[in-house]
């Protein structure tokens, strides 16, 4: 048995350890945190300091078990959780869950998994740093409290099942805030004057008019004035200039820049980066400090003085702007920097390069520019045309990289031709175009860390699982809006001739950007109305700090959680007794036919119209809001048309044709089969002959395309691409398959690799039993028996379970059934009293 056992979180962070440490070492993974508040109750004592009560969950009970077992025989245990707050808290849960010796137990902190790293810790161990836990317990009491005393009084005020949390609750007031600016914002026009210009030697380049005219009249008049004119060179400045290279990455700009140039979601980045770390190929991926260590600039000074020369090296260190920097890690950076690729997963290998190129460019030298601007006059009046262009003298970093930017509008300076003051240039165009202001931006996920880092409101560990919150409770969507058109106009000056064109464009197309829910919008409104200090951005920033307090021993963690309780508690009690109900209702105006309001509101089921009041005699009419419509944007006419459906179009082969809407948008719907519309089709606009032509469509796709085994083999695409169905077994054809011209081939060799592949995954079968133990993802696998299927955690080898092993999980883990009591009702009891 080895004489120490170290303690990591994660089983592939133990694998690549154990390739460091001799046969004295045994790594063992705790597969993160083995204790946590419980789920069904509130978890802390809020009378006797707010003490937490920590439980070890039962998908957990298994680790702990065996971590206990290796404890007792190690002669030394060594913590190796990560070196932040929810690390510390992880090595000082293993400690008193474990009951482990202080006298042999060390604990050990390193930010990349390199064998130099492992051992220097190993070298220096220290013990459990109670500031980093008691800042860590602050943050997840706190947030226990809020969500567990907010949440209920959602319930009751707003619709069921709601939830509320102190940062998801600022970042959906965030993104409800830049909708409603969105809104309510006014497009202005103005028209631009763009040109081309050819210079003496034939060479053309484009220049703009520094100013915008209010009018089509004063643009046309502007226009009209360079009919005939001649045009030269007023000034030519050059001046030298240069370009700075961006710091490494933080955890923030990481998930930045990987959303710009890798279009990744924020937990795609997470995940990826974290695989990254534990394979030893970058440093820790939670962190807001630009720093690299000594070590680090030597090694990418020799990298970049061997692969460039060593007139493109810069060493440098960063000064880091977070508000409230947590523990003092480094930026992340690759651990060897002389590995500019590395062979793993297609993702993970784009966002290590990603990495790599910006760390290697942070210790690179400027880039060494040349900026022209040139202002070109005409003859016929006094406004000046300008044309800016750039040309590199000196690549330096931009050999290697370049940081990407959210803005839109941001215009790339080309290169312009040799010219010289007073040349004569020649006209090629003039054009007049109107243009219109914008609204702002809404936030991708990569821009909404960014707000929250800038306000002081998060951490590194926290931005991808607030997100992930936000929109798994249906408060927040990534956005599918397709834009509407636009006209405008746009006139164009060539030779003497002023030409008119009427355009159109497609404007407020947002896809992938967060857009609130009505839910979200309703939620947001009911908490900012009545509890906007715990909504408040500065607020919740000096929570943040008072955490950074803790985690610095300046502050104590009781004393912070009865200053925000004694305010907050009574808050709640008084919002849950006094507060009126907050379903966002909106008055649109009075149904013709009887004279009762329509409104809409956020019902039991979702957002909704409404015809009458609950007061009414007659019960109030009810429709149900489709996508793309919202509480705050329908419009009476839209409210009043969903109450024409669902609608009877005819008859085909006999069975009735309907058109409705529903959950998914709009749909035919012929005897027991529904088929959707085209993307933008209004149902109340359907005909019969297009619902027919729908449906031949559907039942065309449906027709078998083969037969295999005497059974039909019938194709389609769904959610995860194009498939084919096969015995009620769906398929998923892959790229390397022409779908549209499938062989005979095609589809056995599809079916029967498919086939292999169900019979390669189950590891036992006992078919009197009707149980089966099957591998599952993740290296995990399930126990299915009928429809019960439980995952076993990873730490269960399953190829060595017994049948009455499975039965005694199946037992454990099936859902109780429930027992209903009788309800006994008291009668009252009635005295008549004699006349």
């Known amino acids: 048995m080895a004489k120490n056992l170290v303690i990591v979180e994660s089983p592939a962070k133990a694998k690549t350890i154990e390739k460091f440490l001799g046969k004295e070492f045994k790594v063992a993974s705790s597969f993160g945190h083995i204790a946590d508040l419980p789920s069904k109750e509130l978890g802390v004592d809020v009378d006797g300091g707010f003490k937490p009560k920590y439980i070890v969950s039962k998908d957990k009970k298994e680790v702990v078990k065996k971590l206990k077992d290796l404890s007792k025989k190690a002669e030394m245990v060594w913590l190796a959780s990560d070196e932040d707050r929810e690390g510390e808290a992880i090595a000082w849960h293993l400690a008193e869950t474990l009951k ?176 990254l770390y534990e394979a030893g190929l970058i440093t820790y991926m939670r962190t807001d400090s630009v720093n690299l260590s000594d070590e680090a600039q030597k090694g990418a000074k020799a990298e970049i003085d061997s692969a460039y020369g060593n007139e493109y090296s810069n060493p440098r260190q960063y000064k880091g702007k977070s508000k409230g920097a947590q523990e003092a890690h480094e930026a992340i ?26 760390a290697i460019a942070s210790q690179m030298s400027d880039a060494k520019l040349e900026r022209t601007n040139v202002r070109i006059a005409s003859n016929n009046h006094t406004e000046q045309f300008t044309a800016n262009g750039e040309v590199i003298k000196f690549e330096g970093f931009l050999k290697v990289y370049l940081e990407g930017n959210d803005d839109e509008d941001e215009e790339q300076q080309g290169i312009l031709p040799a010219m010289k003051v007073q040349e004569v240039l020649y006209n090629k165009y003039i054009s007049a175009t109107e243009r219109f202001t914008r609204p702002p931006s809404r936030y991708t996920e990569a821009a909404l860390v960014k707000k929250l880092e800038e306000l002081g409101i998060g951490r590194p560990s926290t931005y991808a699982p607030t997100i992930s919150t936000i929109q798994n409770r249906n408060y927040v969507e990534k956005g599918a809006k397709e834009g509407e058109q636009r006209d405008y106009i746009q006139m164009v000056l060539s030779g003497d001739a002023v030409n008119e064109k009427n355009l159109s464009e497609k404007v407020g197309s947002d896809k992938g950007k967060l857009i609130p829910t009505d839910v979200g919008m309703v939620v947001n409104d009911f908490l900012v109305n009545h509890f906007a200090g715990i909504l408040d951005y500065n607020f919740t920033a000096k929570v943040e700090q008072d955490f950074d307090g803790i985690a610095d021993g300046q502050e104590d963690w009781t004393n912070v ?275």
Not at 224 to 240: M, R
Not at 339 to 347: I, K, L, N
Not at 657 to 677: C, Q
């Open 100 to 275: 482990l010796d202080e006298k042999r137990t060390r604990r050990i902190v390193f930010h990349e998994i390199t064998k130099k790293a492992i051992l220097k810790a190993i070298e220096n161990p220290r013990s459990i740093d109670y500031n980093l836990v008691n800042a860590q317990q602050a943050r997840r009491v706190l947030d226990r409290l809020v969500g567990y005393e907010l949440s209920p009084v959602l319930w009751r005020k707003v619709k069921g099942g709601l939830s509320a949390g102190r940062v998801q609750s600022v970042s959906v007031r965030l993104i409800v805030e830049r909708e409603r600016d969105i809104l309510n914002f006014k497009p202005e026009g103005s028209y631009r004057i763009d040109a081309e210009f050819s210079n003496e030697a034939g060479k053309s380049f484009k220049a703009k008019l520094p100013k915008n005219f209010k009018t089509k009249e004063e643009a046309k008049s502007f226009l009209d004035k360079n009919i005939g004119a001649s045009f030269n060179v007023a000034d030519l400045t050059t001046k030298p200039a240069k370009k700075s290279p961006a710091p490494p990455f933080t955890t923030s700009t990481l998930q930045q820049e990987a959303s710009r140039k890798l279009y990744f979601s924020v937990s795609k980045t997470m995940t990826m980066a974290q695989r």
């Open 333 to 358: 950076r690759p651990t060897d920097f002389s590995r500019h690729s590395v062979q793993v997963d297609y993702d993970q290998q784009r966002l290590y390069e990603l990495i790599w190129k910006r």
């Open 561 to 835: 959680m009865k200053e925000f309780y004694d305010e907050f508690h009574p808050r709640v009690e008084d919002v849950a007794q006094n507060a009126e109900r907050e379903v966002g209702e909106r008055i649109l105006g009075e149904d013709p036919a009887s004279g009762k309001p329509v409104s809409v509101r956020l019902g039991k089921f979702g957002p909704m119209v409404q015809i009458g009041t609950a007061e009414d005699e007659d019960k109030p009419k009810f429709a149900s809001l489709p996508p793309g419509l919202t509480l705050g944007g329908i419009t009476f006419e839209e409210a009043m048309d969903l109450f024409q459906l669902p609608k009877e179009l005819g008859e085909y082969k006999g069975e009735t044709i309907v058109v409705n809407n529903g959950r998914f948008g709009p749909y035919v719907k012929f005897g027991a089969k529904f088929v959707s519309l085209d993307k933008g089709e209004d149902p109340l606009n359907t005909s019969l002959d297009r619902a027919i032509e729908l449906i031949d469509a559907k039942e065309k796709a449906d027709a078998p395309i083969y037969t295999y085994e005497d059974l039909p083999v019938q194709k389609g695409t769904g959610r995860f691409g194009p498939f084919i169905k096969w015995n009620n077994m769906f398929i998923n054809v892959n790229k390397k398959y022409d779908f549209d011209n499938l062989s005979d081939n095609d589809i056995i060799t599809l079916i029967e690799d498919k086939k292999q592949k169900e019979i390669d995954k189950v590891i036992h079968n006992w078919e009197e039993e009707g149980i089966r133990v099957e591998k599952a993802r993740w290296g995990r696998s399930n126990v299915i028996k009928g429809k019960t299927k439980i995952e076993l955690p990873k730490t269960v080898d399953a190829t060595k379970l017994t049948l009455e092993e499975v039965k005694g999980i199946i037992e454990k883990n099936a859902p109780k059934k429930k027992t209903t009591k009788k309800k006994t009702t008291a009668k009252k009891k009635t005295t008549t009293k004699k006349k």
